[in-house]
Structure formats: structure tokens, C-alpha cells
């Protein structure tokens, strides 16, 4: 029977539940509305209330180091079972549409597996208190929030332009933004629910948002490349429903909170769940051998690009494992997995992005590797890698939805994705080109958040003595210094005057970009005001007494210059300087056409110049280093599993 007894407040447990009802409502209007207008008035009012609610729950709650509601619910529990019914029903369909054998097995036994364990061992591992937040949750909701909402906006300017790109094809957008409102919805389950039921289902309704999302287009590569991230997550659902069984039937719990209670009471109960829960999250998270399925949804329109790799889906999986982190600074296996898939996926996938010149690509080697840094640091456990993970997450979050956006916008108005093809961005694009600089500049180059947090990472490893890891850490962060300073350079490049190009980009996608870059910013000046509102509280409720890091006095230093270099970036951004003599190129030789590039070479022969990056694609090409990620990550994955198994079996009879 529903019940609920609020201890605490009721306008809280008010506001979780606006936050996950708003996003439904509106997704149910837009798959309905078909009227340009009126489908662009509930994006902009959704996506104001939503980040609103956010931002004030965020704020009011600041410091919170943990609050559980008295909340259980039959409807709830009745509305999941339907919801895995109409997930595994609905994959099973597509995957007898276009005979994919593979998918239509695993969400057979997905679907399966749920339905006989909600039907007997849910109801016996009653869930009294089924909602919470703390410092960390609250941290997720201000990202869903903020920037899941912005790419929405952005989406309504991009949406226009992707539609008239594919004239006399059948309008989905009413579909496209139900389902980006949908993703927000599972998302904001994942992080508030302490009832592990719960937080399957919305983690199964963003592997279903996901492979919707990255097949919107219908081609054949969209299908393909949806199928594989299908198939991978719904092994990693798997893995998590196999934690459920366990969970349920060994330990009587389903309860979040008890789960990690008892398992640092007794670390060898827990050791075959963990290794499935982190199983479950290296999928989600996009960790080698399973990092394809994220290169695959590079083919969905670039908003899709945008959320899956900052706001949802790959931040659940962190999430899942940052929340996981107290057991594997007790559970070594698991903390072993962990660690070694993390840092092998942040080296090798740092080394691949060297050998891309598609942005989107570049981005998406980024994220993975990224991704693999915040899981090794939840592999370690310890606060200090802690703090190090969760600002990786902010950071990486607010600066790859800029990235992903920037690069979208690009594309539709100099007709390529192309690093190669942005020589002169900064000035056929100025303000772009300087939105997407700010972005390059936040994820590499101190003071920006990202370093510093790669420097919290390195002081965390390094007391934690995880050698293996500091080595991972060393070349991937060269690998990764590489790649984007190539890109900088590449943007910031100047000549003659260049026609102008982003006259006609659309007001949505401008309120989006300067709302991402204004929020790197922002963070980055107030990340000593996060770390001992938001970080350390979090910390505290989880480890007790501890300290960032790295001191405050360094971290309001690099505030400091943070606000400085966006004043430099941005300064003067709309002014054009007065009698500017303008000058031929000069190409240091005898000059054919200079607005060509063309000159006369050494042998007498006409030579266009041209200024092109190292790719280095036969040392960092995909089909040198991919393979030994894979092979490397799949054994640790198998042997995990093993000694876990056999761990288990040992302590249980």
C-alpha cells in the first residue's frame, strides 16, 4: 500500500517527485504536439521549470550530507513491472523487425529475469525508505538539470536546420524531444531512488532512450550502431539485475543504504554483487571492450551526442560506481576491475583520439577516456579520489555538452565536422570559435576545473601507492595534451578577413552555448565554494572527518585566473579596431594567389600551402591500439567475475 511519512519535510520528497513527474508530462505533450511553435513553447517552459526546481533544491539543500524519506509505494512497484514489460516488449519487436538474434535473446532473458524477480524475491526485500539525496545526488540533479535542459533549447534550432537538411523525410522531432524529455525523467530516478528497484528501471529506460535516440535517423548504420549499444547495455542490465538476486535473496535487502552498510561490515558477502554492479557500470560508462556502442552514437543528430555524453547515460554509470566506491576501498576485486579497465580505457583511448580529425570522434575518445579516469578513481576508494571523480564529473559534464554543441553548430554552417576543415573558425565563426576554445581550454589547460581535478587525481593515486595506475595516468595525460592542443591551434589561427558565417545560427542553440560557457566559468570560479558546500559534505557523511586535496588557498588562486583568462577570451569580442590596414598573405617566396594560399616552390612549381596536424593514424590508429584494450579489459572483466564467484561460494557454504 502507498505510504508516506516525512520526517524531514514533505516539500522535498514535492520537489523529487516534480523533477521526475515534470519531464514525463512534457514528453507526453511533445510526442503529441506537432505545431512548430507550440512544440518550441513546452521545450522552453519544461526546460525552465525543470532547471529551476533544480537549481533551488541545489541550492536550499547545500551541504546536506544525506536524507532518507519514509516512501514506499505498490503503484510505483506496479509501474516498474509494466515499465521492464514495455522496455523488454518493445526491443524484442525492433529486434524481430530487423532480425537482430542477438537482442532479441538478451531482452528475452532481461525481460524474463525481471519479471520472475519481481514476482517473488522483490516483495520479500520490502524497501520502507525509497527516496534520498545527499551532496552527490543533488550535484547529479543540478547536471540533469541545467545542462541536460540546455541541450533541449539547443536541440530546437538544430532539429529546424537537421529537418530541412533531410527535406521530403517524415518528420520524427515530436518524437526526438519526448524522448530527450523521457531520458531526463530516468535519469532523475537513478539519482534519487535508495529502493535498488527503482533505480534498474530508470537505469533500463535510458538503455532504451538511448538506442531509440541513436536510431532516430533510420539508416542502416543508425540501426546497426543503435543494436550494438543495445546489445551491450542490456548485458550490463544483467549484471545488475544478477546484483538484485543477490541482493534480495542472500542478503534480504534491497535497500541501497543497507546494501553499502553491509558491505563494509562484511566485504567478502558483498564482493559477487559489487563485481556486478561495476560490471554494470563499465558498460553504461562506455569502459573498453564495451567503448564502441558510444563511438557508434556519433551518428545521431549532434544534440544526442550531446546528452549521452554529459548529462545522462555514461554519467549514470559513474554515478552507480562513485556511490560504490566505500566497498572497493575494502572489496579488492572489484576495486582491481575497476582500477585497471578505468585507467587501461583512459590510456588507449587517449592515444586513439590522437589519430582522429572528426571532432565528434575526437570528443568521443575524449569522453571515454574521461569516463575511464573517474572510474579508477572510484576504484580507489579513497575520499581524496573520490573528491578527484566527482569534480572530473562536473567539469567534464559542462565543458563536453559545450564541446558537442559548438562542433554541432559548426557543422551546419561551414558543412563539415572536420578538424582540418576550422582553419580561419575564429574568424568566420568568432564567437564559436571562441565558445569552443573555452571548452578545449576547460578540459586541458590550467586553471581550468579538469586539470585541477586531474591534479587532485594524481596526488590521490599516488597516496593511495596504485603504481599501475600513475604510469596509465602519465602517457594518457600526454596523449591527451596532444590531442588538444592540436585542436586550439587549429582554432586559433587568424589571416584576412573571413565572411562571417554564424549570422544565421539560431537564438535557441546561442542561449545554450553562452549558458554552457558562462556555467564553466562560474564553476571554475566558485570550485573552492562547491568543494566545501557540495563535495565535502558528501564525503564526510560517506568516510567522516576529511580534507580536499589540495588546499583552498591554490584553488582561489586558479579562480582567480580562471575569470581573467574568460576576460581576455572574450573582451572586446564585438569590436572591430579602426584604420586596419589590410595586407596581401604574405607566403615567404613569390606569391601566385595569395587568397589561394599559392606560391612558387624551391623546384619552380606551384604549391598551395596548407596547415595540417600529426594524426600519426599507422602508431595511434584505432586498429593498433583497439585491440589490446579490448583483449586486456575482457580477461580482467572474466577473471573478475571468477574469483568473485568462488569468493562467494567459499563464504556462503
Not at 195 to 201: D, G, K, L, Y
Not at 206 to 223: M, N, Q, R, W
Not at 257 to 267: D, E, H, K, N, Y
Given at each position: 500500500m502507498f505510504t508516506l511519512h516525512i520526517v524531514q519535510g514533505v516539500d522535498r520528497v514535492v520537489h523529487i517527485g516534480f523533477l521526475v513527474c515534470l519531464p514525463l508530462v512534457a514528453a507526453?505533450?511533445?510526442?503529441?504536439?506537432?505545431?512548430?511553435?507550440?512544440?518550441?513553447?513546452?521545450?522552453?517552459?519544461?526546460?525552465?521549470?525543470?532547471?529551476?526546481?533544480?537549481?533551488?533544491?541545489?541550492?536550499?539543500?547545500?551541504?546536506?550530507?544525506?536524507?532518507?524519506?519514509?516512501?514506499?509505494?505498490?503503484?510505483?512497484?506496479?509501474?516498474?513491472?509494466?515499465?521492464?514489460?514495455?522496455?523488454?516488449?518493445?526491443?524484442?519487436?525492433?529486434?524481430?523487425?530487423?532480425?537482430?538474434?542477438?537482442?532479441?535473446?538478451?531482452?528475452?532473458?532481461?525481460?524474463?529475469?525481471?519479471?520472475?524477480?519481481?514476482?517473488?524475491?522483490?516483495?520479500?526485500?520490502?524497501?520502507?525508505?525509497?527516496?534520498?539525496?545527499?551532496?552527490?545526488?543533488?550535484?547529479?540533479?543540478?547536471?540533469?538539470?541545467?545542462?541536460?535542459?540546455?541541450?533541449?533549447?539547443?536541440?530546437?534550432?538544430?532539429?529546424?536546420?537537421?529537418?530541412?537538411?533531410?527535406?521530403?523525410?517524415?518528420?520524427?522531432?515530436?518524437?526526438?524531444?519526448?524522448?530527450?524529455?523521457?531520458?531526463?525523467?530516468?535519469?532523475?530516478?537513478?539519482?534519487?531512488?535508495?529502493?535498488?528497484?527503482?533505480?534498474?528501471?530508470?537505469?533500463?529506460?535510458?538503455?532504451?532512450?538511448?538506442?531509440?535516440?541513436?536510431?532516430?535517423?533510420?539508416?542502416?548504420?543508425?540501426?546497426?550502431?543503435?543494436?550494438?549499444?543495445?546489445?551491450?547495455?542490456?548485458?550490463?542490465?544483467?549484471?545488475?539485475?544478477?546484483?538484485?538476486?543477490?541482493?534480495?535473496?542472500?542478503?534480504?535487502?534491497?535497500?541501497?543504504?543497507?546494501?553499502?552498510?553491509?558491505?563494509?561490515?562484511?566485504?567478502?558477502?558483498?564482493?559477487?554483487?559489487?563485481?556486478?554492479?561495476?560490471?554494470?557500470?563499465?558498460?553504461?560508462?562506455?569502459?573498453?571492450?564495451?567503448?564502441?556502442?558510444?563511438?557508434?552514437?556519433?551518428?545521431?543528430?549532434?544534440?544526442t551526442s550531446a546528452l549521452l555524453h554529459s548529462s545522462t547515460m555514461v554519467k549514470a554509470g559513474v554515478f552507480l560506481l562513485i556511490k560504490l566506491a566505500p566497498l572497493y576501498a575494502l572489496s579488492v576485486i572489484p576495486s582491481m576491475l575497476a582500477i585497471l579497465v578505468g585507467g587501461i580505457t583512459f590510456c588507449l583511448a587517449s592515444f586513439m583520439a590522437i589519430s582522429q580529425s572528426n571532432a565528434k570522434r575526437v570528443l568521443a575518445y575524449s569522453t571515454i577516456a574521461n569516463l575511464g579516469l573517474i572510474v579508477s578513481c572510484a576504484g580507489v576508494g579513497t575520499p581524496e579520489a573520490v573528491w578527484a571523480a566527482i569534480f572530473l564529473v562536473i567539469f567534464h559534464a559542462v565543458a563536453k555538452s559545450l564541446l558537442f554543441l559548438c562542433v554541432g553548430t559548426a557543422e551546419h554552417h561551414i558543412g563539415s565536422r572536420n578538424i582540418e576543415d576550422m582553419d580561419l573558425l575564429f574568424e568566420r565563426m568568432p564567437k564559436l570559435a571562441r565558445l569552443m576554445m573555452l571548452g578545449i581550454m576547460t578540459m586541458f589547460i590550467a586553471p581550468f576545473g579538469m586539470l585541477v581535478s586531474k591534479w587532485a587525481t594524481l596526488v590521490s593515486i599516488i597516496d593511495a601507492q596504485q603504481v599501475a595506475l600513475i604510469v596509465l595516468l602519465a602517457f594518457g595525460s600526454a596523449a591527451t595534451f596532444m590531442f588538444w592542443a592540436k585542436w586550439l591551434g587549429k582554432l586559433s589561427g587568424i589571416a584576412a578577413e573571413q565572411e562571417d558565417v554564424e549570422l544565421t545560427v539560431h537564438k535557441s542553440e546561442w542561449i545554450a552555448l553562452y549558458a554552457m560557457a558562462g556555467l564553466i566559468v562560474v564553476l571554475c570560479a566558485l570550485l573552492p565554494v562547491v568543494s566545501d558546500c557540495s563535495v565535502l559534505p558528501y564525503l564526510q557523511s560517506v568516510y567522516g572527518s576529511v580534507g580536499a586535496p589540495i588546499g583552498n588557498d591554490l584553488l582561489w588562486l586558479m579562480s582567480v585566473l580562471v575569470v581573467v583568462v574568460a576576460i581576455v577570451l572574450f573582451a572586446g569580442l564585438n569590436r572591430q579596431p579602426k584604420d586596419v590596414r589590410k595586407a596581401s598573405v604574405y607566403m615567404s617566396g613569390v606569391s601566385v594567389n595569395s587568397e589561394a594560399r599559392t606560391f612558387i616552390n624551391s623546384m619552380s612549381g606551384e604549391t598551395e600551402a596548407t596547415s595540417r596536424n600529426m594524426y600519426l593514424e599507422n602508431i595511434f590508429g584505432e586498429k593498433t591500439i583497439k585491440p589490446i584494450g579490448e583483449i586486456a579489459c575482457t580477461l580482467l572483466i572474466i577473471a573478475a567475475f571468477a574469483v568473485s564467484l568462488s569468493l562467494s561460494i567459499s563464504v556462503l557454504f
Open positions: 507526453v505533450l511533445l510526442s503529441l504536439v506537432r505545431a512548430n511553435k507550440a512544440r518550441n513553447a513546452i521545450v522552453y517552459v519544461s526546460a525552465a521549470l525543470i532547471a529551476a526546481d533544480s537549481l533551488w533544491l541545489c541550492f536550499s539543500q547545500m551541504g546536506t550530507q544525506g536524507v532518507y524519506f519514509t516512501f514506499s509505494s505498490s503503484a510505483v512497484d506496479a509501474v516498474c513491472t509494466l515499465a521492464s514489460i514495455a522496455i523488454g516488449a518493445c526491443i524484442i519487436a525492433y529486434a524481430v523487425r530487423y532480425k537482430n538474434v542477438w537482442a532479441g535473446i538478451l531482452a528475452v532473458v532481461q525481460l524474463v529475469g525481471s519479471l520472475v524477480f519481481d514476482f517473488t524475491l522483490a516483495h520479500a526485500a520490502y524497501v520502507e525508505q525509497g527516496l534520498y539525496f545527499d551532496s552527490l545526488s543533488l550535484i547529479m540533479a543540478f547536471i540533469i538539470g541545467i545542462i541536460g535542459t540546455g541541450i533541449c533549447v539547443y536541440a530546437i534550432g538544430y532539429m529546424e536546420d537537421f529537418q530541412k537538411e533531410h527535406e521530403g523525410e517524415k518528420d520524427r522531432r515530436p518524437t526526438f524531444f519526448a524522448i530527450m524529455f523521457l531520458f531526463l525523467s530516468a535519469m532523475y530516478v537513478i539519482v534519487f531512488s535508495n529502493n535498488m528497484v527503482w533505480a534498474f528501471t530508470g537505469w533500463e529506460v535510458t538503455t532504451l532512450c538511448s538506442f531509440l535516440l541513436i536510431g532516430y535517423t533510420k539508416t542502416d548504420e543508425a540501426i546497426r550502431n543503435a543494436f550494438r549499444q543495445i546489445i551491450m547495455n542490456i548485458a550490463g542490465g544483467l549484471g545488475f539485475l544478477a546484483a538484485l538476486y543477490f541482493s534480495a535473496g542472500v542478503m534480504g535487502t534491497l535497500d541501497f543504504s543497507q546494501f553499502l552498510q553491509m558491505g563494509m561490515i562484511a566485504p567478502a558477502l558483498v564482493v559477487l554483487p559489487v563485481t556486478c554492479l561495476t560490471f554494470a557500470g563499465l558498460t553504461k560508462a562506455a569502459q573498453m571492450p564495451f567503448h564502441t556502442w558510444l563511438l557508434g552514437a556519433m551518428v545521431a543528430p549532434t544534440p
